[in-house]
Protein backbone atom coordinates (compact mmCIF):
# COMPACT_ATOMS: atom_id res chain seq x y z
CA UNK A 1 0.00 0.00 0.00
CA UNK A 2 0.75 3.25 -0.73
CA UNK A 3 1.93 5.46 2.84
CA UNK A 4 1.66 9.28 2.76
CA UNK A 5 4.33 11.50 4.94
CA UNK A 6 3.66 14.79 5.89
CA UNK A 7 6.08 17.43 7.10
CA UNK A 8 5.99 19.54 9.49
CA UNK A 9 3.84 17.66 12.05
CA UNK A 10 3.55 21.26 13.36
CA UNK A 11 3.79 24.55 12.56
CA UNK A 12 3.81 27.52 14.53
CA UNK A 13 3.14 30.72 12.32
CA UNK A 14 1.54 34.64 12.03
CA UNK A 15 -0.85 36.18 10.35
CA UNK A 16 0.64 37.07 6.69
CA UNK A 17 2.78 34.23 7.06
CA UNK A 18 3.45 32.23 3.85
CA UNK A 19 2.90 28.70 5.17
CA UNK A 20 4.50 25.75 3.23
CA UNK A 21 3.09 22.28 3.72
CA UNK A 22 4.81 18.93 2.53
CA UNK A 23 3.64 15.44 1.72
CA UNK A 24 5.72 12.90 0.24
CA UNK A 25 3.97 9.71 -1.30
CA UNK A 26 6.01 6.16 -0.86
CA UNK A 27 5.96 5.66 -4.67
CA UNK A 28 4.68 7.70 -7.88
CA UNK A 29 1.21 8.60 -7.62
CA UNK A 30 1.16 10.82 -10.61
CA UNK A 31 -1.25 13.84 -9.70
CA UNK A 32 -3.83 11.75 -7.48
CA UNK A 33 -3.83 13.84 -4.43
CA UNK A 34 -5.75 15.87 -2.21
CA UNK A 35 -5.56 18.40 0.56
CA UNK A 36 -8.10 18.87 3.24
CA UNK A 37 -8.34 21.23 5.95
CA UNK A 38 -10.02 20.14 9.40
CA UNK A 39 -11.37 22.45 12.23
CA UNK A 40 -11.77 21.03 15.66
CA UNK A 41 -15.18 19.21 15.99
CA UNK A 42 -15.55 19.44 11.87
CA UNK A 43 -15.30 17.44 9.05
CA UNK A 44 -12.60 18.10 6.48
CA UNK A 45 -13.13 20.24 3.81
CA UNK A 46 -11.75 19.47 0.62
CA UNK A 47 -9.16 22.45 -0.51
CA UNK A 48 -7.42 20.97 -3.28
CA UNK A 49 -7.45 17.94 -5.90
CA UNK A 50 -5.54 16.59 -8.58
CA UNK A 51 -2.73 18.20 -6.80
CA UNK A 52 -3.25 21.47 -7.94
CA UNK A 53 -6.94 22.26 -8.87
CA UNK A 54 -8.75 24.67 -6.28
CA UNK A 55 -12.21 23.56 -5.23
CA UNK A 56 -14.65 26.06 -5.71
CA UNK A 57 -15.00 28.60 -3.20
CA UNK A 58 -11.81 27.67 -1.65
CA UNK A 59 -9.53 31.28 -0.97
CA UNK A 60 -6.80 31.71 -3.87
CA UNK A 61 -4.53 32.20 -1.40
CA UNK A 62 -4.63 28.51 -1.19
CA UNK A 63 -2.16 26.69 -4.01
CA UNK A 64 -1.06 23.23 -4.37
CA UNK A 65 1.62 21.94 -6.40
CA UNK A 66 3.99 18.79 -7.10
CA UNK A 67 3.48 15.54 -8.78
CA UNK A 68 4.88 11.70 -8.61
CA UNK A 69 6.03 11.00 -5.16
CA UNK A 70 6.33 15.16 -3.67
CA UNK A 71 3.90 17.50 -3.29
CA UNK A 72 3.28 21.00 -1.43
CA UNK A 73 0.31 23.12 -0.04
CA UNK A 74 1.06 26.29 0.27
CA UNK A 75 -1.08 29.26 2.02
CA UNK A 76 0.56 32.59 0.58
CA UNK A 77 -0.54 35.27 3.51
CA UNK A 78 -1.95 33.53 6.63
CA UNK A 79 -5.49 34.73 7.58
CA UNK A 80 -6.95 33.97 11.22
CA UNK A 81 -9.55 31.37 9.62
CA UNK A 82 -6.45 28.93 8.26
CA UNK A 83 -5.90 27.86 11.64
CA UNK A 84 -6.43 23.85 11.52
CA UNK A 85 -5.07 20.97 10.62
CA UNK A 86 -4.45 20.14 7.27
CA UNK A 87 -4.11 16.49 5.60
CA UNK A 88 -2.92 15.45 2.10
CA UNK A 89 -4.95 12.42 0.83
CA UNK A 90 -3.79 9.52 -2.10
CA UNK A 91 -6.51 9.05 -4.51
CA UNK A 92 -5.86 5.70 -5.29
CA UNK A 93 -8.26 2.86 -4.38
CA UNK A 94 -6.48 2.60 -0.76
CA UNK A 95 -6.78 6.32 -0.48
CA UNK A 96 -4.32 6.79 2.56
CA UNK A 97 -4.12 10.23 4.27
CA UNK A 98 -0.67 11.58 5.76
CA UNK A 99 -0.43 12.02 9.19
CA UNK A 100 -1.68 16.12 8.99
CA UNK A 101 0.03 19.10 9.69
CA UNK A 102 -1.39 21.58 12.83
CA UNK A 103 -1.14 25.45 12.00
CA UNK A 104 -1.06 27.21 15.28
CA UNK A 105 -0.09 30.74 16.47
CA UNK B 1 -26.92 20.89 -1.81
CA UNK B 2 -25.73 17.65 -1.07
CA UNK B 3 -26.52 15.92 2.28
CA UNK B 4 -24.72 13.04 3.85
CA UNK B 5 -26.19 12.37 7.32
CA UNK B 6 -25.05 9.46 9.62
CA UNK B 7 -26.17 7.53 12.25
CA UNK B 8 -25.87 4.55 14.47
CA UNK B 9 -22.82 5.31 16.61
CA UNK B 10 -22.68 4.39 20.13
CA UNK B 11 -21.00 2.76 22.92
CA UNK B 12 -20.46 -0.73 22.65
CA UNK B 13 -18.05 -3.71 24.37
CA UNK B 14 -15.00 -4.82 22.61
CA UNK B 15 -16.30 -7.86 20.53
CA UNK B 16 -19.25 -6.95 19.95
CA UNK B 17 -20.86 -5.32 16.51
CA UNK B 18 -22.52 -2.17 15.09
CA UNK B 19 -24.29 -1.32 12.32
CA UNK B 20 -23.73 2.68 10.75
CA UNK B 21 -25.62 4.29 8.19
CA UNK B 22 -25.62 7.02 5.68
CA UNK B 23 -28.48 9.08 4.28
CA UNK B 24 -27.45 10.82 0.94
CA UNK B 25 -29.54 13.26 -0.67
CA UNK B 26 -29.03 16.20 -3.09
CA UNK B 27 -27.27 14.22 -5.41
CA UNK B 28 -28.30 11.10 -7.62
CA UNK B 29 -26.35 8.53 -5.15
CA UNK B 30 -26.17 6.00 -7.71
CA UNK B 31 -23.71 7.52 -9.27
CA UNK B 32 -20.99 7.48 -7.32
CA UNK B 33 -18.57 5.58 -5.36
CA UNK B 34 -18.95 6.34 -1.93
CA UNK B 35 -16.72 5.69 1.33
CA UNK B 36 -16.39 5.13 5.31
CA UNK B 37 -13.20 7.50 6.76
CA UNK B 38 -12.48 7.41 10.53
CA UNK B 39 -10.82 9.72 13.14
CA UNK B 40 -10.11 8.63 16.50
CA UNK B 41 -9.76 10.85 19.23
CA UNK B 42 -6.89 13.59 18.84
CA UNK B 43 -5.94 11.41 16.22
CA UNK B 44 -5.42 12.12 12.09
CA UNK B 45 -8.12 10.74 9.31
CA UNK B 46 -7.86 6.84 8.01
CA UNK B 47 -9.79 5.51 5.39
CA UNK B 48 -11.45 2.85 6.22
CA UNK B 49 -13.32 1.37 3.00
CA UNK B 50 -15.24 2.37 0.06
CA UNK B 51 -17.62 0.99 -2.33
CA UNK B 52 -18.47 1.27 -6.36
CA UNK B 53 -22.08 2.58 -7.54
CA UNK B 54 -23.36 -0.71 -7.71
CA UNK B 55 -21.56 -2.60 -5.18
CA UNK B 56 -19.98 -4.67 -7.50
CA UNK B 57 -16.70 -3.27 -5.75
CA UNK B 58 -15.80 -2.80 -2.57
CA UNK B 59 -12.06 -2.30 -0.97
CA UNK B 60 -11.11 -1.93 2.64
CA UNK B 61 -8.07 -1.05 4.37
CA UNK B 62 -6.78 -3.77 6.18
CA UNK B 63 -7.09 -3.55 10.05
CA UNK B 64 -10.58 -3.92 9.20
CA UNK B 65 -11.11 -6.53 6.38
CA UNK B 66 -12.77 -9.43 7.94
CA UNK B 67 -14.23 -7.58 10.20
CA UNK B 68 -16.52 -4.62 8.68
CA UNK B 69 -18.64 -4.89 5.60
CA UNK B 70 -19.58 -1.86 3.58
CA UNK B 71 -22.83 -2.16 1.70
CA UNK B 72 -24.96 0.62 -0.07
CA UNK B 73 -28.71 0.33 -0.61
CA UNK B 74 -29.44 2.85 -4.01
CA UNK B 75 -33.42 2.69 -3.90
CA UNK B 76 -32.47 4.26 -0.29
CA UNK B 77 -30.18 6.22 -0.94
CA UNK B 78 -28.63 4.85 1.64
CA UNK B 79 -24.69 3.73 2.83
CA UNK B 80 -24.01 1.03 5.52
CA UNK B 81 -20.89 0.05 7.64
CA UNK B 82 -21.68 -3.17 9.44
CA UNK B 83 -18.78 -3.74 11.82
CA UNK B 84 -18.26 -6.87 13.94
CA UNK B 85 -15.46 -8.05 16.25
CA UNK B 86 -15.23 -4.59 17.22
CA UNK B 87 -11.71 -3.54 18.82
CA UNK B 88 -10.63 -0.66 21.43
CA UNK B 89 -8.47 0.91 18.57
CA UNK B 90 -11.61 1.29 16.33
CA UNK B 91 -13.00 3.65 18.65
CA UNK B 92 -13.27 6.85 16.29
CA UNK B 93 -15.61 9.29 14.54
CA UNK B 94 -16.76 7.92 11.56
CA UNK B 95 -17.62 9.99 8.60
CA UNK B 96 -19.09 8.67 5.23
CA UNK B 97 -18.01 10.94 2.01
CA UNK B 98 -18.75 10.67 -1.26
CA UNK B 99 -15.88 9.97 -3.06
CA UNK B 100 -15.20 11.78 -6.77
CA UNK B 101 -13.94 10.72 -10.32
CA UNK B 102 -10.39 11.12 -8.98
CA UNK B 103 -10.83 9.72 -5.87
CA UNK B 104 -11.47 12.63 -3.47
CA UNK B 105 -13.86 13.29 -1.20
CA UNK B 106 -15.90 17.01 -1.95
CA UNK B 107 -18.68 16.03 0.72
CA UNK B 108 -18.90 14.82 3.92
CA UNK B 109 -21.60 14.09 6.50
CA UNK B 110 -20.97 15.28 10.29
CA UNK B 111 -20.07 11.61 11.70
CA UNK B 112 -20.99 9.43 14.16
CA UNK B 113 -18.75 8.24 17.42
CA UNK B 114 -18.19 4.61 18.21
CA UNK B 115 -17.09 4.48 21.42
CA UNK B 116 -15.70 0.30 21.99
CA UNK B 117 -14.67 -0.08 25.47
CA UNK B 118 -15.63 -2.59 28.23
Known amino acids: DIQMTQSPSTLSASVGDRVTITCRASQSISNWLAWYQQKPGKAPKLLIYKASTLEGGVPSRFSGSGSGTEFTLTISSLQPDDFATYYC????????FGQGTKVEI | EVQLVESGGGLVQPGGSLRLSCAASGFTFSRYWMSWVRQAPGKGLEWVAN????????YYVDSVRGRFTISRDNAENSLYLQMNSLRVEDTAVYYCARDDIGGFFPSWGQGTLVSVSS
Open chain 1, 89 to 96: QQCNSYKA
Open chain 2, 51 to 58: IKEDGSQK
